[in-house]
Structures are given as C-alpha cells and as structure tokens.
C-alpha cells in the first residue's frame, strides 16, 4: 500500500493543515515538557512544508480531555517548545473554530506557523462530527496527516477532514507505512514476536491475529501473568485481568494447532510490595510467594528468549517485560534491548510508548530497524487492519 504524501503534491503559498501526534507528557505543576520525542519526530515534515512556502497549521490533540476546555491540557507549553525547536514564531489560535481562528489562518504568510488549541477540546473531534470536520478543513487548502499514533482512530482530524480537501502523508506516516508494511505483509522469517506490557484487554486480540501471521511469540512483562494463571500457577498479588485467562488458554491451543510456539516466563522477579525499593527476589515462575507480586522477568527467561530469538529475520516487539519505571525491574527489559541489538540483519520493529522508553533509557534506539511512534496504532497495523487514518489518504 502506497500513499501520496506531501513530496507528491505542490503545497507552495498554501495553507496545510498538518494533524500532528503532540500529545507529550507535560509536568502538571511546572508545565514543562517531559519528553520532546514526539516533537522532534515531526520537524523534517515542518521544515519541508516551510521551505516549500506553504503556511502551516498544526492540529493536535493532547491528554483526554472528554471534550471540554481544560487548561491544564492547553497546547501553550507545547507552542511555545515548538518555536524553540523551528527557531520561529509560532502563532497560537487558542480555539481552533471560529472567527478569530479564520483570521489568524488567512493572515499566515509563507512559512509561518499556526498551532491550534487542543482539537479534543470539542466533544465533536473524537466523534468524527462531520460539521467540526468540515469547519477545521476551512482553514486550509492542503490535509497533510502525520500522526501515526492516531491513525487507527476514527476521529475528525485523523479521518473526517480528508473528505473535504486533498489528503497526504507526512514523512512520519511515511515511514511508520514503509517498515510496518513490510512486517504486516511480507516478513522475512523466522518472525518472532514479542508481547508484554500491561493492556492485556487490547493486546488479545493482536495476539490472536499474530498466530496467524508468527512463528513464535515470547510473552514478557504483565501480560504474562494471565498466561501463567492460564496454566494454572499461583501469581499472588501479581497483574492479572481474570477474565481474559479463558482467553489467554484459548490462544495457547490454537498457537498450538497452528504450530505456532508460545514461550512464558521460566523464572520472575517477584516483590513484597509495588514499589522501586520492595524487597525482592527471583522465583521459579511456578513459586511465586503469597502476596508478593511479579515486576520483572528473570535472567533465564532472557536466556530463553535470546536462544529463540537467534536466526530470526523479523522481530516485533511490544510492550516491556517488567515495570521499567522502577530501576531495579527495569533489568529484563534492558537485557532483552540488548540482545535485539544484536540481531545483525534481522528487520527489528519496536512499538509502543513504554518499550520506546525502555530502548531509550539504555541508548540503543538507534540499533533497531524502527522503532514506531504509534503503540496501539503499531499493533492494528502488525494484525494486518487497515488503519482508518492511513485508509483516508490518497493513494499513490
Ligand atoms: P507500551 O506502551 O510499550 O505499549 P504498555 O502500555 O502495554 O506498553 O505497558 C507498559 C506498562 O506495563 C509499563 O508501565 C510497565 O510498568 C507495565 N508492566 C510491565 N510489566 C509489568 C508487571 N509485571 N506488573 C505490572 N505492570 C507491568
Ligand atoms: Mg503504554
């Protein structure tokens, strides 16, 4: 699947609606931007537009607002990190509906920036209203969507306003396209998948659908305890989501008959309490302690991982296979960053924001094929879906 993005359409003098993934941690009590990433990500796609002349609007949204103003999910501390970032003005529209916001986009010259409020502050965006859509899509003559993160959501700005004006990819969503496409259609194999992380509701079904498509799957992190219970040990104290271990005991027989490998935990790092300084220790996964809990794989199962992951061709992984956020259980998931580093020529895809964060907290993000900006997006794509945001663009 091949989508027209902006090198393909002539945007010089024109207004471009550019729908960005800005949703970035921001401190609530400093205002302080977290984590960049997400910013940086976007600025080839910015300075190609400005150097093309064209006058840049950026719709983004930011947090859950439910469709009310909230000051505290303004996208001020993100204009104004922005402008240190293109080393330009950035104009701020603080609606984004409205007489005053048409003014400040028909004003724009050539190259300057206009970000507009949060686009969730209207109930209308994640309804996909069609009136909110078409009115956003007044500003602008050219739809350029670059956020990928989005891009398996039906909402006004991700889907809507591609109906009303000429509709493209950015370069984020062009390479999101390129690496992911590959994976979802034509793997190199041995392809082995890895799954962690916490979503257990949401990340069942890609399980399902990766059966068909893997040739083995390591399951790490929370995730795994529902599969463990499945097989009917004891977690304590540890994340479980009951009623999906029916489900996580189906998907063992059918990985089975389909002859697909399923690789649990052997060994876990088990912890009095859920936090970073807790005593712990590791346990075989079948004597986890009454009351204690499960915050990270142990070094076996990274061994065990490492030998299963030798020769493959494509990994995909998401998800983390500990609590990352407390050093000490964030070991298992550096390790296994570690031996997907080493993969050689293996086309190695990392998905979602956590496991991002956790190749990042030991530099490594730059040794994988890709690392994808979307998580939930990523793992739609991985399935085989057509993403809705990707649908509504033109095709090349
Ligand atoms: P991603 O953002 O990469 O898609 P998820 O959002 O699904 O990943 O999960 C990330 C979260 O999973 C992290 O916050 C991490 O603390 C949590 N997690 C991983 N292992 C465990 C565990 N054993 N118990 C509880 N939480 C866990
Ligand atoms: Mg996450």
């Known amino acids: 699947m091949k989508k027209k993005t902006i090198r393909d359409i002539d945007v010089t003098g024109k207004r471009v609606f550019l729908r960005v993934d800005f949703n970035v941690p921001i401190d609530v009590a400093t205002g302080s931007i977290l984590d960049d990433s997400r910013m940086k990500a976007v600025l080839p796609t910015i300075g190609y537009l400005r150097e093309q002349g064209a006058k840049v609007i ?99 700005s991700t889907v809507g306003m591609a109906r009303y ?26 392809y082995v998948a890895i799954i962690g992380g916490a979503k257990i509701s949401t990340k069942m079904a890609v399980l399902e659908h990766l059966l068909d498509k893997v040739d083995k799957i390591l399951i790490g992190g929370g995730m795994a305890n529902t599969f463990v219970k499945a097989e009917g040990f004891d977690v304590g104290e540890s994340l479980v989501e009951e009623e999906y271990v029916d489900s996580a005991r189906e998907v063992m027989e059918k990985a089975e008959s389909k002859g697909v490998r399923i690789l649990l935990p052997t060994d876990v790092i088990v912890a009095e309490r859920f936090e970073a300084d807790s005593p712990a220790k590791r346990v075989s996964v079948k004597d986890v302690p009454a009351g204690w809990r499960i915050m990270d794989v142990g070094e076996t199962t990274i061994d065990v991982f490492a030998a299963a992951l030798r020769g493959a061709k494509t990994v995909v992984w998401n998800g983390p296979m500990g609590v990352i956020e407390m050093g000490p259980f964030a070991h298992g998931s550096h390790r296994l960053a570690g031996v997907l580093a080493t993969l050689g020529d293996a086309d190695t895809i990392i998905g979602g924001g956590e496991t991002a964060a956790a190749v990042e907290q030991v530099g490594l993000a730059s040794k994988f094929s890709h690392v994808s900006t979307g998580g939930g997006a990523s793992l739609e794509f991985l399935e085989g879906k057509e993403l809705p945001g990707i649908a509504a663009l033109e095709d090349a």
């Open 58 to 156: 950026i719709g983004s949204h930011l947090g859950r607002p439910k469709g009310k103003r909230d000051p505290k999910l303004s996208l001020g501390p993100v204009a104004a990190r922005l402008g240190e970032l293109i080393e330009h003005e950035v104009k701020v529209a603080n609606c984004c509906l409205g007489a005053e916001v048409q003014e400040a986009a028909h004003s724009l010259e050539p190259g300057d920036v206009l970000l507009l409020e949060n686009l969730r502050f209207h109930a209308e965006e994640e309804a996909n209203d069609p009136e909110y859509a078409k009115a956003l899509a007044s500003l602008a003559e050219v739809y350029v969507n670059d956020a990928f993160g989005t891009a398996h959501r039906v909402h006004a």
């Open 165 to 190: 004006l000429p509709a493209v990819a950015g370069f984020v969503m062009e390479k999101e396209i390129d690496y992911l496409s590959r994976a979802a259609h034509d793997p190199a194999r041995p």
